[in-house]
């Protein structure tokens, strides 16, 4: 109990010092016990994962590929994360589209999306071996050429099939990979996600430590893949035209490839069907030599 003295203002210092006190050891108490339930419930989410991960491994591969399509269309349709902003996206790109044919891309994407996320669970298990047999490489010869230069290249994709078999395709053909990532908010998802990666022999790049550490993989003849469709704020970013609006992007792959010589090479994962990919390899585009703001505008 606080003792006080009833005479001046010295007590009721004393008073609001203890109460403050009091107030503080309270706030850190709280602090240390969402601290141990953000490390708890993250344990929890990471043997859960780990748990799934194992699940969809054992189980034969066109099964889990279909749980996933269903998985994705109840994202889309029943949680509906992030819906109206795919569906607007996709309104605004294909105007003349009917309402009908746009739900039906939308839950199209959606249902990719659950069956790339059910691929990249059973990697994080099986490995590659998982993928022998359903993928066929076009266009291979344009990055062996590209990397004759002794500067790297840059592989550049897009947010388009399942663009995070990328890299995981050229590690095991003997390439060294560096991917620039953005990581997820959810602390114990990103570990996971980062740590299955890595596990997969790709080398993990913060978006805001990456130029540096791109450079230094290029200098030694390695690839850096860039996924290059993401808005950017005005400030960071340049406008470019996509599908026949401005939109803005990251200028960094342009200055990248000026900066160190290395080619760009575009890269593209298709699902030709329920199992199978082809990864199309597009012949390089050379560096810019004047790094003014328009020639990095128009290498964009």
């Known amino acids: 109990m606080a003792e006080y003295s009833m005479g001046g203002d010295r007590g009721i210092v004393g008073l609001r010092g203890q109460g403050g006190r009091a107030v503080r050891n309270g706030q850190r108490a709280r602090?240390?016990?969402?601290r141990l339930g953000a490390r708890l419930s993250g344990a929890v989410m990471t043997v859960l994962l780990q748990m799934i991960s194992r699940a969809v491994a054992i189980m034969p591969l066109k099964p889990a590929l279909r749980l996933g399509r269903a998985l994705g269309w109840m994202l889309g349709r029943v949680?509906?994360?992030r819906r109206p902003e795919v569906i607007a996206a996709l309104r605004s790109a294909f105007p003349d589209l009917a309402a009908s044919d746009v739900r039906r891309i939308a839950d199209e994407m959606y249902k990719q999306q659950g069956m790339n996320l059910i691929e990249m669970l059973r990697l994080?298990?099986?490995g590659v071996v998982d993928l022998q047999g359903r993928v066929v490489v076009e266009g291979g010869g344009h990055l062996e050429g590209a990397l004759r230069g002794g500067r790297g290249a840059?592989?550049?994709?897009?947010?388009?099939?399942?663009?995070?078999?990328?890299g995981v395709l050229a590690n095991q053909r003997g390439y060294r990979v560096t991917i620039i990532t953005k990581g997820v908010k959810n602390e114990a998802l990103n570990r996971f996600w980062s740590t299955s990666r890595e596990r997969l022999g790709l080398k993990l790049v913060p978006a805001r430590e990456s130029y540096r550490a791109c450079l230094r993989a290029l200098r030694r003849n390695h690839l850096v893949g860039f996924i290059l469709d993401q808005n950017?704020?005005?400030?960071?970013?340049?406008?470019?035209?996509?599908?026949?609006?401005?939109a803005c992007t990251t200028p960094g792959l342009a200055y990248m490839?000026?900066?160190s010589g290395a080619p760009v090479?575009?890269?593209?994962?298709?699902?030709?069907?329920?199992?199978?990919?082809?990864?199309?390899?597009?012949?390089?585009?050379?560096?810019v030599r004047d790094k003014n703001d328009e020639n990095i505008r128009n290498a964009t």
């Open 232 to 246: 950017m704020t005005e400030r960071e970013g340049v406008f470019v035209d996509f599908f026949g609006r401005p």
């Open 31 to 34: 602090l240390r016990r969402w």
């Open 257 to 259: 490839s000026a900066h």
């Open 79 to 81: 949680v509906r994360y």
């Open 154 to 166: 840059i592989i550049l994709t897009a947010h388009v099939g399942n663009w995070d078999m990328l």
């Open 124 to 126: 994080s298990v099986l």
């Open 265 to 287: 090479v575009p890269v593209f994962s298709i699902r030709r069907s329920l199992s199978e990919h082809m990864i199309l390899v597009l012949p390089p585009i050379e560096p």
